[in-house]
């Protein structure tokens, strides 16, 4: 018995080295499947994520998708974030701005907003959107993928598919950044009563596969 033991402690200690690999692709991939609503929702609240940006980020983010492709692509993540809390926006001209060559980007607008029935649902597969109002306001609509029906097949050149759906629209103004992931069909630039223009920017973060 004593000798079967022995036998077991050492075979148990020769394999142990196989079992305390933490780092790697696997163990990525590994952390980024055991995401729960409230392991996301706690990561969420935490603002580790932030690193000292005092936006937010509006409740109704798909949190288990953030959490999965800011651990997923965490450097890309970081560059944008940190764009958002360096720049001075209000002041930033319109145009196109590189943050991480392709990997992140931002572009700014400032044009009048629309009736609703001059805009579109749509969505987008390679990048990630983070939508934020400098000045102004605008409605943003939102609905699941699995809730909205395709009007237009994606077009992979411009990364974008139209929908017709029917969804909540939030009031997006200064202070709170809005993320669209792949799966959110969403609706931007919708006008808001009294309010005929706004200041926006938005930020691109590829898609971590």
């Given at each position: 018995?004593?000798?079967?033991?022995?036998?077991?402690?050492?075979?148990?200690?020769?394999?142990?080295?196989?079992?305390?690999?933490?780092?790697?692709?696997?163990?990525?991939?590994?952390?980024?499947?055991?995401?729960?609503?409230?392991?996301?929702?706690?990561?969420?609240?935490?603002?580790?994520?932030?690193?000292?940006?005092?936006?937010?980020?509006?409740?109704?983010?798909?949190?288990?998708?953030?959490?999965?492709?800011?651990?997923?692509?965490?450097?890309?993540?970081?560059?944008?974030?940190?764009?958002?809390?360096?720049?001075?926006?209000?002041?930033l001209p319109v145009g196109k701005y590189p943050i991480d060559a392709d990997n992140v980007f931002a572009a700014v607008t400032?044009?009048?907003?629309?009736?609703?029935?001059?805009?579109?649902?749509?969505?987008?597969?390679?990048?990630?959107?983070?939508?934020?109002?400098?000045?102004?306001?605008?409605?943003?609509?939102?609905?699941?993928?699995?809730?909205?029906?395709?009007?237009?097949?994606?077009?992979?050149?411009?990364?974008?598919?139209?929908?017709?759906?029917?969804?909540?629209?939030?009031?997006?103004?200064?202070?709170?950044?809005?993320?669209?992931?792949?799966?959110?069909?969403?609706?931007?630039?919708?006008?808001?009563?009294?309010?005929?223009?706004?200041?926006?920017?938005?930020?691109?973060?590829?898609?971590?596969?």
């Amino acid at each position: 018995m004593k000798n079967a033991l022995l036998k077991y402690g050492f075979f148990a200690l020769a394999l142990a080295p196989l079992g305390c690999t933490t780092s790697g692709p696997a163990a990525s991939h590994t952390s980024a499947d055991s995401w729960t609503p409230q392991k996301a929702d706690k990561w969420f609240r935490s603002r580790v994520w932030a690193n000292g940006l005092k936006l937010n980020v509006q409740e109704s983010v798909n949190k288990v998708e953030f959490a999965k492709q800011y651990t997923a692509n965490k450097a890309a993540w970081d560059k944008a974030f940190a764009y958002f809390r360096d720049t001075n926006l209000e002041e930033l001209p319109v145009g196109k701005y590189p943050i991480d060559a392709d990997n992140v980007f931002a572009a700014v607008t400032d044009n009048p907003t629309k009736e609703y029935a001059n805009t579109n649902w749509e969505s987008h597969r390679k990048y990630i959107d983070m939508q934020y109002v400098v000045r102004g306001a605008e409605k943003i609509g939102q609905v699941p993928m699995d809730k909205a029906t395709v009007i237009k097949p994606y077009d992979e050149a411009r990364d974008v598919a139209n929908y017709s759906a029917e969804g909540p629209q939030y009031e997006a103004r200064p202070g709170t950044i809005y993320l669209f992931f792949p799966q959110d069909v969403h609706r931007p630039n919708i006008k808001v009563e009294g309010i005929d223009k706004d200041k926006k920017v938005v930020v691109k973060v590829r898609v971590a596969q």
